[in-house]
RNA sequence: AGGUCUGUAGCUCAGUUGGUUAGAGCAUCGCUCUGAUAAGGCGGGGGUCGGCAGUUCAAGUCUGCCCAGGCCUACCA
C-alpha cells in the first residue's frame, strides 16, 4: 500500500479536491490517532463552504413545513450547558425532520428587554432609582440598554455553531425590533378588544427605596432571616346588640370586652380596616386580671398558661378564669372601636369581626389585623367584603399627610413610635419579637413592603367563543388547550403544568419600568381609553410618523379626539398608561411576533401555527410554555404547540448547582476542545435530562461516549477503508461502491442488515414520538452489534486474497450499513456522520448522493431486508457461544487450545436447524473441531422445577404456596413427563407443563452450561494433534504481536527464524507450516540456533519452549 | 408552607397489566481473546429496592403516612 496521503491539510485548504489521491487508493484512509475536534472544525469549514444548512432548507418543498419555533435567550451572559442541551435537542429534531423530507426552518431568535439588561445598565451607569433613570433621561437609557444587550451575541453564535446546531442566526427575530413589537401590540389589541384587558390592584412586593415594585424573581433573589416586632393588642370591642343592624352607625358604646389580635407589622395598623376570625374556630372569653379578653381557644395557654403547683400547695388560684366560648361565627359582625381615626367610615363592614378561612390558630391569638392595602389576603377579603383601599404611604414609603403624627417617617421606621403611642393608649397587650424570613430588595438591602399597586391585568375569567361558536373561559380554553400538547415527558402535562394551569390567576401584564414594549393604551382624564394596534393607526391618531415604539418615544404623543371611531381631532386628550409590558408578554407573542403577523405574511398564518414543536428547560413551566398557552388560547383557542420536550436541569458533577464561583464544572468551549461537541451532544442526550429530569454533568461522562461510542465507530471505519484500499491496491476486489449488489448469500451479512433495518423502524418510532432518550440506547446497542460481532465475525472475508463472491459481499454489505448508519446517526452525531459520509460517499464522487450526510433522506425500513427469524436465530447462536465461552473459562481451557466437539442440545426442531445452519460460524468462535446437536439433554442435566407464579398464582389463590413448595420437589421424570404433555395430579388442582419453570441442573462430572433456551456440553480431551495445532496458534500469536511491535504494516510480509529444543515444538511448526506462513504473512519460515533470546520473543507453552524472530521481507 | 419530580449495586440508570433467584453499563478484582479497536469475552465481589404500615396467595411495582434531595410557587397576620 501506498503512503496513505495527509487528508487532513489538504482539505482544509481544497475541499473540494480529491482527485489528488493516488489512483490506487479507493478511499480516504480516515487517521487512526484524529483528533475528533479538529475533525469537527473541518467539517464546519466544509458546511461552511457548501452552505449546507441554507440547502438542507431550501432543498425541501415550501408546503410541506415543520414549524420549530425557538425560545429566545437573552445575550448578556454567556451560554451555559442548559443552553447547550435544550440546543441540542432544538438541533436533533429538526435536523430528523428534515431528513424526513420537511422544510424546517430555524430562526434564532434574541430576548431584549427587561430587567437583565436594564440591571446592568443602571450598574453601569450608577443609577440607582427609578428617580435616577428619569432624571438622567429615559431616551438616554434607553439607548444604552439598546446599545449593551448585544453584548455577548457573537460568543453565543461561536459556540451555538460549534456544538453543532444549525440554526439561522442570519435572519433571527429580535424582541426589540420595530416589527415585532408591532406585532406584540397587535396581540394586545387582539386581547383587549375581547374585553381581556382591565385595570385594577394587585399586592406587590414594593421596595421603597427604588420607587418601585419588584419582579418575584427579584424578590426570590433576597429572602433573608430579619428581627420583626411581634405584637398582640387587644382591641376594644362594642356592645353586642348592634350585630345584625346593618345600617346602624357605631355607637361607640363600649363593652367590657377586647379582643386579642397579633401582627408583625405595626406599621399596617393605622390602614386598620377590620379584624378577621375563622368562622369554624373556637374563642374564648377569659377574665385576667380583671379584664376580659376573646382568644382563640386552641391559643388560649399559650397567652395565659396555667400556673404551676408549687410544692406544697394542692392545685394554685387560676390566674385566668374562663367565661365562655364560642364559634368564631358567632362572633361575626361585632363592630370594635378604632385604634386611629385616619380614615373615612365608608362601609358597614369596617372595623368590625369578619369571617375568613385563612385566618388559623398556629400562632398568634387567632385573629387578624386586616389593611387591604397591605397584604395579600386582606386585599382579597377587603374586595369581598367591599373595604376601600386606605394607604397612606408616598411613593417612598413614606407616610403622608393623612397620618401626622408620622408625616415623612418611612413605614418600617414609624414601628417603634406607633407601638409607643398604643402603649400609651394601653393598647398593646403583649409585645415581643420575633426572627423570620422576609424578603428585602435585591439591590438596597431594604425591607420590602407589600402593598396594593394599579396595574394591568389580563383577565383568564371573561369568556371567549371560537370559530366553532364554543364558549368556555380563558381559563378553560387554556386548560382544553393544554390536552391537546404532547408533552415529553407526559407527566408535566397533568402535574406541574396541568396544576399550575388549574389555580392561574389573572395576569399582571404591567411593569413600571423603561426598556420594554409600551403597553399601548392612552387614557384620557374622564378615565375614557383607547388602545393602538399597530404604528399606521399611531401615525393616523397622532399625526406623527413614529419608526420606533420604546417608551421615550411614544410617551410623548398625545391623541386628541371626539370620537373614538372617526379619530376626529380637538375632542379629549388621551395620554399613554406609563407602563411597559411584562417581558413575558413578547415571549409568548413569538409565534406571531417573530414572522410580523399580520401585517407580513398573513397568508402563510395557518400552515404556520400552532408549531410542530418547542424544546425548553423545566423552568418555562411558569415562563414561556405558559405565555405561549395564555396567547394561544386567548387570540385563537388553540395550544401553542404540538409538541414539546422539557429538558431537565444541568448540575455540576457533584450534585451542586453549577457555579462560576466554585469552579466545579468544566468550561463549555474549552471542553469541546478536549472532547468533541459531538460526545457532549451525546452525553447529554443519552440521559434523563431529554425527559425533565435533572443530569449531573462529567467530564469522565463525556469521555466514555467517545470511547464506547465514537473510537469504536471511528475503528470500523478505518478497518473498513484501510482493508478496501489494500486489496483495491493489489487488484484483489471487484466491488466498488454504487455498483448494483445482489442480495448476499452470506448469513451474517443479511443479519447485519435486518438488525440495522430494525434500528430504523426503532428509531423512526421514538423520533416521532419525541422520545429521544430511546433512541441513543438503541443506536450504542447496534453500533454493539456491527463492531464485536459482524465486523468481529466478518475479518477473514475482508482479510482473505482471493476476489470471490463471498468477499464482495462483504465489502458490500459493510459499505452499505455504514453509509446508512451514517445517516442514522448525522441528527445526533452531525460531525461524526458527516465523516463517515465524506469518506465513504461524497469523496468518490458517486452519481446522484448529495454532498453532505445532511441533504440525505433519512433512511427508511426496507422490509426485504427485515429478517426477525434470522435476528432470533443469531441471538440464540450468540447464546451457544457464550455459553462455550463460559464453559472454556470455567475449566480453564485456553481458546487457542483447539476441542473435538461442542454437543449443543436443543429444546425443539427448529433450534436444531438453527444450530445447524451457523455450525462453522459457532465452530470457528469457540475453535472446536464440529458441533454435535441432540435433542436429548437427559445425560447432561438434572431436571428441577419450579412454581409458575404468574400462571398458577390465579388458578389457586392461597394454596400457592403449598403448591410452589411441592414443585420443588418434582422429581427428574415427573418433571419430564409433564413437559411431554401429561398433566399432573395434586391435591389442590392439576399441574400441567406451562404452570412450572424447569431449571437445569448439570449433572456431577460433567463439562455442562445451561440456558432456559440451550444446553452446552464441551469435550474437554486433547489429543496429541490438538496439542500441536495449539501450538502452531501460540506461534502465530506470538509472530503477531512481534509484527504489531515492529511496527510492520499489516501487509508488510516478514520472514520468520525459530529456535526451539522442543521436538513438540518443531513438530507443530513442521505439520502446521503452510497455516502459520498464511496467517502471518511469512516469505519463510525456517529454523536457526542464532536468535538472541528476550522477554517479547519468547514463548512457553506448558514447558514447551520456542524463541522467534521476525523480520521485514525487503 | 404548598405543588411537583426523584430516591433500586461504589457511580449512572432499566425494571412491562403486581408473579420465579431484582437487571444493564461504568468502576473494581481474577481469568481470557485479539493484526481494526484506547476495544472484546467469561467469571467474582457488591442490594434491608429511602423508611414504616396496609391491601394481596404474592409488593421494587398498588394505597396511606413519614424521611431525604431537586425544581417551581409562596407576604401565613
Same mark, same amino acid.
Given at each position: 500500500?501506498?503512503?496513505?496521503?495527509?487528508?487532513?491539510?489538504?482539505?482544509?485548504?481544497?475541499?473540494?479536491?480529491?482527485?489528488?489521491?493516488?489512483?490506487?487508493?479507493?478511499?480516504? &484512509?480516515?487517521?487512526?490517532?484524529?483528533?475528533?475536534?479538529?475533525?469537527?472544525?473541518?467539517?464546519?469549514?466544509?458546511?461552511?463552504?457548501?452552505? &449546507?444548512?441554507?440547502?438542507?432548507?431550501?432543498?425541501?418543498?415550501?408546503?410541506?413545513?415543520?414549524?420549530?419555533?425557538?425560545?429566545?435567550?437573552?445575550?448578556?451572559?454567556?451560554? *451555559?450547558?442548559?443552553?447547550?442541551?435544550?440546543?441540542?435537542?432544538?438541533?436533533?429534531?429538526?435536523?430528523?425532520?428534515?431528513?424526513?423530507?420537511?422544510?424546517?426552518?430555524?430562526?434564532?431568535?434574541?430576548?431584549?428587554?427587561?430587567?437583565?439588561?436594564?440591571?446592568?445598565?443602571?450598574?453601569?451607569?450608577?443609577?440607582?432609582?427609578?428617580?435616577?433613570?428619569?432624571?438622567?433621561?429615559?431616551?438616554?437609557?434607553?439607548?444604552?440598554?439598546?446599545?449593551?444587550?448585544?453584548?455577548?451575541?457573537?460568543?453565543?453564535?461561536?459556540?451555538?455553531?460549534?456544538?453543532?446546531?444549525?440554526?439561522?442566526?442570519?435572519?433571527?427575530?429580535?424582541?426589540?425590533?420595530?416589527?415585532?413589537?408591532?406585532?406584540?401590540?397587535?396581540?394586545?389589541?387582539?386581547?383587549?378588544?375581547?374585553?381581556?384587558?382591565?385595570?385594577?390592584?394587585?399586592?406587590?412586593?414594593?421596595?421603597?427605596?427604588?420607587?418601585?415594585?419588584?419582579?418575584?424573581?427579584?424578590?426570590?433573589?433576597?429572602?433573608?432571616? /430579619?428581627?420583626?416586632?411581634?405584637?398582640?393588642?387587644?382591641?376594644?370591642?362594642?356592645?353586642?346588640? *348592634?350585630?345584625?343592624?346593618?345600617?346602624?352607625?357605631?355607637?361607640?358604646?363600649?363593652?367590657?370586652?377586647?379582643?386579642?389580635? $397579633?401582627?408583625?407589622?405595626? %406599621?399596617?395598623?393605622?390602614?386598620?380596616?377590620?379584624?378577621?376570625?375563622?368562622?369554624?374556630?373556637?374563642?374564648?372569653?377569659?377574665? *385576667?386580671?380583671?379584664?376580659?379578653?376573646?382568644?382563640?381557644?386552641?391559643?388560649?395557654?399559650?397567652?395565659?398558661?396555667?400556673?404551676?403547683?408549687?410544692?406544697?400547695?394542692?392545685?394554685?388560684?387560676?390566674?385566668?378564669?374562663?367565661?365562655?366560648?364560642?364559634?368564631?361565627?358567632?362572633?361575626?359582625?361585632?363592630?370594635?372601636?378604632?385604634?386611629?381615626?385616619?380614615?373615612?367610615?365608608?362601609?358597614?363592614?369596617?372595623?368590625?369581626?369578619?369571617?375568613?378561612?385563612?385566618?388559623?390558630?398556629?400562632?398568634?391569638?387567632?385573629?387578624?389585623?386586616?389593611?387591604?392595602?397591605?397584604?395579600?389576603?386582606?386585599?382579597?377579603?377587603?374586595?369581598?367584603?367591599?373595604?376601600?383601599?386606605?394607604? =397612606?404611604?408616598?411613593?417612598?414609603?413614606?407616610?403622608?399627610?393623612?397620618?401626622?403624627?408620622?408625616?415623612?417617617?418611612?413605614?418600617?421606621?414609624?414601628?417603634?413610635?406607633?407601638?409607643?403611642?398604643?402603649?400609651?393608649?394601653? /393598647?398593646?397587650?403583649?409585645?415581643?419579637?420575633?426572627?423570620?424570613?422576609?424578603?428585602?430588595? $435585591?439591590?438596597?438591602?431594604?425591607?420590602?413592603?407589600?402593598?396594593?399597586?394599579?396595574? %394591568?391585568?389580563?383577565?383568564?375569567?371573561?369568556?371567549?367563543?371560537?370559530?366553532?361558536?364554543?364558549?368556555?373561559?380563558?381559563?378553560?380554553?387554556?386548560?382544553?388547550?393544554?390536552?391537546?400538547?404532547? $408533552?415529553?415527558?407526559?407527566?408535566?402535562?397533568?402535574?406541574?403544568?396541568?396544576? $399550575?394551569?388549574?389555580?392561574?390567576?389573572? %395576569?399582571?401584564?404591567?411593569?413600571?419600568?423603561?426598556?420594554?414594549?409600551?403597553?399601548?393604551?392612552?387614557?384620557?382624564?374622564?378615565?375614557?381609553?383607547?388602545?393602538?394596534?399597530?404604528?399606521?393607526?399611531?401615525?393616523?391618531?397622532?399625526?406623527?410618523?413614529?419608526?420606533?415604539?420604546?417608551?421615550?418615544?411614544?410617551?410623548?404623543?398625545?391623541?386628541?379626539?371626539?370620537?373614538?371611531?372617526?379619530?376626529?381631532?380637538?375632542?379629549?386628550?388621551?395620554?399613554?398608561?406609563?407602563?411597559?409590558?411584562?417581558?413575558?408578554?413578547?415571549?409568548?407573542?413569538?409565534?406571531?411576533?417573530?414572522?410580523?403577523?399580520?401585517?407580513?405574511?398573513?397568508?402563510?398564518?395557518?400552515?404556520?401555527?400552532?408549531?410542530?414543536?418547542?424544546?425548553?428547560?423545566?423552568?418555562?413551566?411558569?415562563?414561556?410554555?405558559?405565555?405561549?398557552?395564555?396567547?394561544?388560547?386567548?387570540?385563537?383557542?388553540?395550544?401553542?404547540?404540538?409538541?414539546?420536550?422539557?429538558?431537565?436541569?444541568?448540575?455540576?458533577?457533584?450534585?451542586?448547582?453549577?457555579?462560576?464561583?466554585?469552579?466545579?464544572? =468544566?468550561?463549555?468551549?474549552?471542553?469541546?476542545?478536549?472532547?468533541?461537541?459531538?460526545?457532549?451532544?451525546?452525553?447529554?442526550?443519552?440521559?434523563?435530562?431529554?425527559?425533565?429530569?435533572?443530569?449531573?454533568?462529567?467530564?469522565?461522562?463525556?469521555?466514555?461516549?467517545? /470511547?464506547?461510542?465514537?473510537?469504536?465507530?471511528?475503528?470500523?471505519?478505518?478497518?473498513?477503508?484501510?482493508?478496501?484500499?489494500?486489496?483495491?491496491?493489489?487488484?484483489?476486489?471487484?466491488?466498488?461502491?454504487?455498483?448494483?449488489?445482489?442480495?448476499?448469500?452470506?448469513?451474517?451479512?443479511?443479519?447485519?442488515?435486518?438488525?440495522?433495518?430494525?434500528?430504523?423502524?426503532?428509531?423512526?418510532?421514538?423520533?416521532?414520538?419525541?422520545?429521544?432518550?430511546?433512541?441513543?440506547?438503541?443506536?450504542?446497542?447496534?453500533?454493539?452489534?456491527?463492531?464485536? %460481532?459482524?465486523?468481529? #465475525?466478518?475479518?477473514?472475508?475482508?482479510?482473505?486474497?482471493?476476489?470471490?463472491?463471498?468477499?464482495?459481499?462483504?465489502?458490500?454489505?459493510?459499505?452499505?450499513?455504514?453509509?446508512?448508519?451514517?445517516?442514522?446517526?448525522?441528527?445526533?452525531? =452531525?460531525?461524526?456522520?458527516?465523516?463517515?459520509?465524506?469518506?465513504?460517499? #461524497?469523496?468518490?464522487?458517486?452519481?446522484?448522493?448529495?454532498?453532505?450526510?445532511?441533504?440525505?433522506?433519512?433512511?427508511?425500513?426496507?422490509?426485504?431486508?427485515?429478517?426477525?427469524?434470522?435476528?432470533?436465530?443469531?441471538?440464540?447462536?450468540?447464546?451457544?457461544?457464550?455459553?462455550?465461552?463460559?464453559?472454556?473459562?470455567?475449566?480453564?481451557?485456553?481458546?487457542?487450545?483447539?476441542?473435538?466437539?461442542?454437543?449443543?442440545?436443543?429444546?425443539?426442531?427448529?433450534?436444531?436447524?438453527?444450530?445447524?445452519?451457523?455450525?462453522?460460524?459457532?465452530?470457528?468462535?469457540?475453535?472446536?473441531?464440529?458441533?454435535?446437536?441432540?435433542?436429548?439433554?437427559?445425560?447432561?442435566?438434572?431436571?428441577?422445577?419450579?412454581?409458575?407464579?404468574?400462571?398458577?398464582?390465579?388458578?389457586?389463590?392461597?394454596?400457592?404456596?403449598?403448591?410452589?413448595?411441592?414443585?420443588?420437589?418434582?422429581?427428574?421424570?415427573?418433571?419430564?413427563?409433564?413437559?411431554?404433555?401429561?398433566?399432573?395430579?395434586?391435591?389442590?388442582?392439576?399441574?400441567?407443563?406451562?404452570?412450572?419453570?424447569?431449571?437445569?441442573?448439570?449433572?456431577?462430572?460433567?463439562?455442562?452450561?445451561?440456558?432456559?433456551?440451550?444446553?452446552?456440553?464441551?469435550?474437554?480431551?486433547?489429543?496429541?494433534?490438538?496439542?500441536?495445532?495449539?501450538?502452531?496458534?501460540?506461534?502465530?500469536?506470538?509472530?503477531?504481536?512481534?509484527?504489531?511491535?515492529?511496527?510492520?504494516?499489516?501487509?508488510?510480509?516478514?520472514?520468520?527464524?525459530?529456535?526451539?529444543?522442543?521436538?513438540?515444538?518443531?513438530?507443530?511448526?513442521?505439520?502446521?507450516?503452510?497455516?502459520?506462513?498464511?496467517?502471518?504473512?511469512?516469505?519463510?519460515?525456517?529454523?536457526?540456533?542464532?536468535?538472541?533470546?528476550?522477554?517479547?520473543?519468547?514463548?512457553?507453552?506448558?514447558?514447551?519452549?520456542?524463541?522467534?524472530?521476525?523480520?521485514?521481507?525487503?
Amino acid at each position: 500500500m501506498k503512503e496513505s496521503p495527509k487528508p487532513r491539510k489538504m482539505l482544509n485548504s481544497l475541499p473540494f479536491l480529491f482527485t489528488t489521491r493516488g489512483a490506487s487508493t479507493m478511499f480516504r &484512509s480516515p487517521d487512526k490517532n484524529q483528533s475528533f475536534p479538529e475533525m469537527e472544525e473541518r467539517i464546519l469549514k466544509l458546511w461552511e463552504g457548501d452552505d &449546507s444548512f441554507q440547502l438542507s432548507v431550501k432543498n425541501r418543498p415550501v408546503d410541506k413545513p415543520f414549524v420549530f419555533n425557538d425560545g429566545p435567550p437573552f445575550a448578556t451572559g454567556l451560554p *451555559h450547558y442548559g443552553h447547550l442541551l435544550a440546543g441540542t435537542i432544538k438541533d436533533i429534531v429538526p435536523r430528523y425532520w428534515t431528513m424526513k423530507g420537511y422544510r424546517v426552518e430555524r430562526r434564532f431568535g434574541w430576548d431584549c428587554h427587561g430587567l437583565p439588561i436594564e440591571n446592568i445598565i443602571q450598574d453601569k451607569l450608577s443609577l440607582h432609582t427609578v428617580k435616577d433613570i428619569t432624571n438622567f433621561g429615559v431616551d438616554k437609557f434607553n439607548d444604552a440598554c439598546r446599545a449593551g444587550v448585544f453584548t455577548y451575541t457573537k460568543e453565543w453564535r461561536k459556540t451555538v455553531a460549534r456544538m453543532g446546531r444549525w440554526v439561522d442566526f442570519d435572519n433571527e427575530y429580535k424582541t426589540m425590533d420595530p416589527g415585532f413589537m408591532e406585532s406584540v401590540w397587535w396581540v394586545f389589541k387582539q386581547c383587549f378588544d375581547k374585553g381581556l384587558i382591565y385595570q385594577g390592584y394587585r399586592i406587590q412586593p414594593y421596595s421603597p427605596a427604588l420607587a418601585t415594585s419588584l419582579s418575584n424573581f427579584e424578590v426570590n433573589q433576597a429572602y433573608k432571616d /430579619r428581627q420583626d416586632p411581634s405584637v398582640t393588642l387587644a382591641f376594644q370591642l362594642e356592645a353586642p346588640h *348592634h350585630v345584625g343592624d346593618l345600617h346602624a352607625p357605631s355607637t361607640k358604646e363600649e363593652s367590657d370586652e377586647q379582643m386579642l389580635v $397579633w401582627t408583625t407589622t405595626p %406599621w399596617t395598623l393605622p390602614a386598620n380596616m377590620a379584624i378577621a376570625l375563622h368562622p369554624d374556630l373556637d374563642y374564648t372569653l377569659v377574665r *385576667h386580671e380583671g379584664k376580659k379578653y376573646w382568644i382563640a381557644e386552641a391559643r388560649r395557654t399559650a397567652y395565659f398558661p396555667e400556673p404551676k403547683a408549687k410544692k406544697g400547695e394542692a392545685t394554685p388560684p387560676a390566674a385566668t378564669e374562663v367565661l365562655k366560648t364560642c364559634k368564631g361565627r358567632e362572633l361575626a359582625g361585632r363592630r370594635y372601636k378604632p385604634l386611629f381615626e385616619y380614615m373615612e367610615y365608608t362601609n358597614d363592614k369596617q372595623y368590625t369581626l369578619l369571617m375568613a378561612d385563612f385566618v388559623s390558630a398556629d400562632d398568634g391569638a387567632g385573629a387578624v389585623h386586616i389593611a387591604p392595602s397591605f397584604g395579600e389576603e386582606d386585599f382579597q377579603l377587603g374586595q369581598r367584603e367591599g373595604l376601600s383601599l386606605f394607604d =397612606p404611604l408616598d411613593a417612598d414609603g413614606k407616610f403622608m399627610d393623612v397620618v401626622p403624627e408620622w408625616k415623612g417617617i418611612g413605614a418600617k421606621d414609624a414601628d417603634k413610635s406607633i407601638l409607643q403611642h398604643l402603649k400609651a393608649q394601653g /393598647r398593646v397587650f403583649k409585645h415581643e419579637t420575633m426572627v423570620h424570613s422576609y424578603p428585602h430588595c $435585591w439591590r438596597t438591602d431594604v425591607p420590602l413592603l407589600y402593598r396594593a399597586q394599579k396595574n %394591568w391585568f389580563l383577565s383568564l375569567e371573561k369568556p371567549l367563543t371560537d370559530a366553532h361558536g364554543v364558549t368556555k373561559t380563558l381559563k378553560d380554553w387554556m386548560i382544553h388547550c393544554n390536552r391537546q400538547i404532547n $408533552w415529553v415527558p407526559e407527566h408535566i402535562k397533568g402535574g406541574r403544568f396541568g396544576k $399550575w394551569l388549574d389555580g392561574a390567576r389573572d %395576569w399582571n401584564l404591567s411593569r413600571n419600568r423603561f426598556w420594554g414594549t409600551c403597553i399601548p393604551i392612552w387614557l384620557a382624564e374622564d378615565g375614557d381609553m383607547l388602545c393602538v394596534g399597530s404604528v399606521d393607526e399611531l401615525c393616523a391618531l397622532t399625526g406623527t410618523k413614529v419608526v420606533d415604539l420604546h417608551k421615550h418615544i411614544i410617551d410623548p404623543l398625545v391623541i386628541k379626539t371626539k370620537d373614538k371611531k372617526t379619530f376626529a381631532a380637538d375632542g379629549k386628550e388621551y395620554r399613554r398608561t406609563p407602563e411597559v409590558l411584562d417581558c413575558w408578554f413578547e415571549s409568548g407573542s413569538m409565534p406571531y411576533a417573530q414572522r410580523h403577523h399580520p401585517f407580513e405574511n398573513a397568508d402563510s398564518f395557518d400552515a404556520n401555527f400552532p408549531p410542530d414543536f418547542i424544546a425548553e428547560g423545566l423552568d418555562q413551566t411558569r415562563g414561556w410554555f405558559y405565555t405561549l398557552t395564555v396567547l394561544g388560547a386567548a387570540l385563537f383557542q388553540k395550544p401553542a404547540f404540538k409538541n414539546v420536550i422539557v429538558n431537565g436541569i444541568i448540575l455540576a458533577e457533584d450534585g451542586q448547582k453549577m457555579s462560576k464561583r466554585l469552579k466545579n464544572y =468544566p468550561d463549555p468551549n474549552e471542553l469541546i476542545d478536549r472532547t468533541c461537541a459531538d460526545a457532549i451532544r451525546l452525553f447529554m442526550i443519552d440521559s434523563a435530562a431529554v425527559k425533565g429530569e435533572e443530569l449531573k454533568f462529567s467530564e469522565i461522562g463525556v469521555k466514555n461516549i467517545v /470511547r464506547a461510542v465514537l473510537l469504536p465507530l471511528w475503528n470500523s471505519l478505518s478497518l473498513f477503508t484501510t482493508y478496501a484500499n489494500a486489496d483495491h491496491e493489489k487488484g484483489q476486489l471487484s466491488w466498488r461502491p454504487g455498483l448494483a449488489q445482489s442480495a448476499s448469500s452470506n448469513e451474517l451479512d443479511r443479519w447485519v442488515l435486518s438488525d440495522l433495518q430494525q434500528l430504523l423502524a426503532k428509531v423512526q418510532t421514538e423520533m416521532d414520538a419525541y422520545r429521544l432518550y430511546n433512541v441513543v440506547p438503541a443506536v450504542v446497542e447496534f453500533i454493539d452489534d456491527l463492531t464485536n %460481532w459482524y465486523i468481529r #465475525r466478518s475479518r477473514r472475508r475482508f482479510w482473505k486474497s482471493e476476489d470471490d463472491q463471498d468477499k464482495n459481499q462483504a465489502y458490500a454489505t459493510l459499505y452499505r450499513v455504514l453509509v446508512d448508519f451514517s445517516k442514522v446517526l448525522a441528527p445526533f452525531l =452531525p460531525f461524526l456522520a458527516e465523516e463517515i459520509y465524506q469518506i465513504l460517499v #461524497r469523496e468518490l464522487k458517486v452519481p446522484g448522493q448529495p454532498v453532505s450526510v445532511h441533504l440525505c433522506d433519512f433512511p427508511v425500513v426496507d422490509p426485504s431486508l427485515l429478517d426477525a427469524p434470522l435476528n432470533a436465530r443469531m441471538a440464540l447462536v450468540r447464546q451457544a457461544v457464550n455459553l462455550g465461552r463460559s464453559l472454556r473459562s470455567a475449566h480453564n481451557v485456553k481458546n487457542r487450545q483447539p476441542l473435538r466437539q461442542l454437543i449443543v442440545v436443543v429444546r425443539n426442531q427448529s433450534q436444531k436447524r438453527e444450530i445447524l445452519d451457523m455450525e462453522d460460524l459457532i465452530r470457528e468462535e469457540l475453535n472446536v473441531k464440529s458441533v454435535t446437536v441432540s435433542e436429548d439433554e437427559s445425560s447432561l442435566v438434572t431436571y428441577k422445577a419450579k412454581a409458575n407464579f404468574k400462571s398458577l398464582g390465579a388458578k389457586l389463590g392461597k394454596a400457592m404456596k403449598t403448591v410452589a413448595e411441592k414443585v420443588a420437589k418434582l422429581s427428574h421424570e415427573e418433571i419430564k413427563s409433564l413437559l411431554s404433555g401429561t398433566a399432573l395430579k395434586l391435591e389442590e388442582g392439576e399441574l400441567v407443563a406451562e404452570d412450572i419453570l424447569v431449571v437445569r441442573e448439570t449433572r456431577e462430572g460433567l463439562v455442562v452450561e445451561a440456558s432456559p433456551d440451550l444446553t452446552v456440553a464441551l469435550d474437554t480431551s486433547i489429543d496429541h494433534g490438538l496439542r500441536l495445532e495449539m501450538l502452531a496458534r501460540e506461534s502465530v500469536s506470538k509472530i503477531q504481536n512481534l509484527r504489531k511491535d515492529s511496527g510492520f504494516e499489516v501487509t508488510d510480509r516478514v520472514e520468520v527464524q525459530v529456535k526451539t529444543g522442543s521436538p513438540l515444538f518443531r513438530e507443530a511448526l513442521e505439520t502446521h507450516f503452510a497455516y502459520i506462513t498464511a496467517e502471518v504473512l511469512a516469505g519463510s519460515l525456517g529454523f536457526s540456533e542464532s536468535i538472541a533470546e528476550s522477554e517479547a520473543n519468547s514463548l512457553d507453552v506448558n514447558g514447551e519452549f520456542a524463541v522467534f524472530s521476525v523480520s521485514r521481507k525487503v
